[in-house]
């Protein structure tokens, strides 16, 4: 018989504090505020895992008590104030609650660890009273055999959920939280974080970083693709249509990636946004691209362990984006340094200002491409027994405002796969396909050439 309950973790005595927030755990929810309830969970981080042969129950209860006390991100909460900033709140007690479903004896979890997870992961947040974790899993003669983590984006980023992760095998193995914590790097909590961004050095980085940013709004085009006539429609009242969301799966993607990559001396991740940047320019019919970029800044010192939110928005701007592809990708790799460099700043501080310009009547750029290598991060759905590349339409989003389209690179062992969300107003299913077909074709293509001029 298949009976679930509600366990409770009892946490007391962790560091406690209240401050501002940082700039990452505002961003993020001021991005969650602005979407459509239905959107809301796709700005989660969860993962899930079988576990074989199995964990005893109380060893993983021990290990979620420790991973509290580690990161106080996990027992932090973000109350909003009246001039749209946050507040953090880091709980020194509180319960962590499990949700536990136990199986009969000999049965497969997988089914029941997926249903849970599901329900994990689609359930906002309120992290106003609640903490931003949630945890399940499935019992099975007495041991663990699946758990699930589902956290808010305002406590972690993909590299900080990596992290978590490999911080509860650690303790699930029988480290001791303080033994782990001298492992790591130092490690900044979200409060350290926040007092160095109020810092004379922190201002003085968001200021150089938000000037270099506006720069780049000032010169790079005001609008990449041309945007539909309303009145050319047949219904200019009609309600927008739900964005496609296309798949794109390459099993010779990797392979071909590393050996672009390899041949340029430049990383995987320019690869991708090299090609990324030059199909945007060839269907936008232009010679240049911008693109919103995800930078996970964990290069920054004190932050490379952090279980915390610290990916940030970079603008990249590529002049002659049409041009060889290789020298395409040697130019990105140099420009996308810069983008690295310049993407840790106060966004709303940019959002002030980038308000007052366009009240101002000054054009700034069009930042609604957005280009996020996600494949250390958030691995894609295994599909075993498929043979070549294949292109799936999985799902549609509620539309979202001032987004022309938004790709993710994501990773699993047998495939690379290109992950697009897009307006179909601005490019239809087609297009959609045209763009990552054409962003395969240019990395195979070039890798091909590279191995024949070795």
Known sequence: ??????????????????????????????????????????????????????????????????????????????????????????????????????????????EAGARLHRELAERPFDTAVQW?????????????????????????????????????????????????????????????EAEFQHSERGRRRDEAARKQFLRKLRLAPPRLFPQPDPTTTPDPTAQPEPFPNAVLRSPALPRAVERVAAAHRVSTSSVLLAATAAMTARLAGRTEAVLGVVVNNRFLPGLADAVSVVAGDGLFHLPDATAEFGDVVRRTHAAAIGTYRHAYFDKLALAAETERLTAEGVPLADRSCVFNDTRDLLPAAPAPGEQGTTLSWPVEFEPRPGLTYALDALQSPEALSLAMTADPAVLPRPEMARFLYGIEELIITEAARDDHAG
């Open 1 to 110: 018989m298949t009976t679930r309950q509600l366990l409770e973790i009892a946490f007391s005595s962790g560091r406690s504090g209240t401050g501002p927030a940082t700039w990452g755990q505002q961003a993020i929810w001021d991005a969650v505020r602005r979407l459509p309830p239905a959107d809301v969970p796709r700005y989660t981080i969860a993962t899930a895992a079988a576990l074989d042969p199995g964990l005893p129950l109380p060893v993983l209860l021990d290990a979620l008590a420790g991973l509290l006390r580690l990161h106080d991100s996990l027992h932090t909460r973000l109350l909003p104030q009246p001039d749209q900033r946050l507040h953090q709140v880091v709980d020194p007690e509180g319960t962590l609650t499990v949700e536990l479903e136990r199986l009969p004896n000999g049965a497969d979890p997988a």
């Open 132 to 192: 931003p974790i949630r945890v399940g899993a499935v019992t099975v003669d007495g041991l663990v055999r699946h758990l699930s983590l589902a956290l808010s984006h305002t406590a972690v980023d993909g590299t900080g959920m990596n992290r978590l992760v490999a911080d509860l095998s650690a303790l699930s193995l029988g480290t001791s939280p303080a033994d782990l914590a001298k492992l790591r790097e130092p490690a900044q909590q979200p409060l350290e």
